[in-house]
């Protein structure tokens, strides 16, 4: 099976920064990956598909890129509510492997 | 508006069974692939089952295989995941999601814990 693994797996950083997080595969897949949000105590919410399309009501402060096995996600200006864990989660095929997560804290 | 709502968690014992179900709606449950999430207490997601429309195809994660099954009932817009021979590294929150290849929708979980 394909393995997703996230880096960094912590990640604290001021308001106002430009954060990036990566996402690579053990094989490639295309362009099948999604990213979720999760906030504390709240469930996961899709954030990107398709590597790079961003979900409808999604700030455009995030992006997305990458293709094959290695991805990214952006937050362009970092701003308090993006306080999270973030997932990478392949799709192409099962099992729809999640990354191990990424959790992003205000500095 | 969609809405899925899961239900049947609870405690139980290592070696048990439990029925987790999800009741669906807010669309047109039968045109929908669905899955299973887990979320094991301070741990990340994993993803452990999913079923096609019609329920002629199921997938699930290696350390699920051979004691849990998937399935649904169109007619009554439910999802199901029967869990049996439970282990304490079963316990976590389940959540149910529509999949259109990706996550879209999920529910907010049902809690199961496995312990004696």
């Known amino acids: 099976d394909i393995q997703m693994t996230q880096s960094p797996s912590s990640l604290s950083a001021s308001v106002g920064d430009r954060v990036t997080i990566t996402c690579r595969a053990s094989q490639g897949i295309s362009n099948y990956l999604a990213w979720y949000q999760q906030k504390p105590g709240k469930v996961p919410k899709l954030l990107i598909y398709a590597a790079s399309t961003l979900q409808s009501g999604v700030p455009s402060r995030f992006s997305g890129s990458g293709s094959g096995t290695d991805f990214t996600l952006t937050i362009s200006s970092l701003q308090p509510e993006d306080v999270a864990t973030y997932y990478c989660q392949k799709y192409n095929s099962a099992p729809l492997t999640f990354g191990q997560g990424t959790r992003l804290e205000i500095k | 508006e969609v809405q899925l709502v899961e239900s049947g968690g609870g405690l139980v014992q290592p070696g048990g069974s439990l029925r987790l179900s999800c009741a669906a709606s807010g669309f047109t449950f039968s045109s929908y692939w669905m899955s299973w999430v887990r979320q094991a207490p301070g741990k990340g997601l994993e993803w452990v089952a999913n079923i096609k429309q019609d329920g002629s195809e199921k997938y699930y994660v290696d350390s699920v295989k051979g004691r849990f099954t998937i399935s649904r009932d169109n007619a009554k817009n439910s999802l199901y995941l029967q869990m049996n021979s439970l282990r304490a590294e079963d316990t976590a929150v389940y959540y149910c999601?529509?999949?259109?290849?990706?996550?879209?929708?999920w529910g907010q979980g049902t809690l199961v814990t496995v312990s004696s």
């Open positions: 999601a529509r999949e259109n290849y990706v996550l879209h929708y």
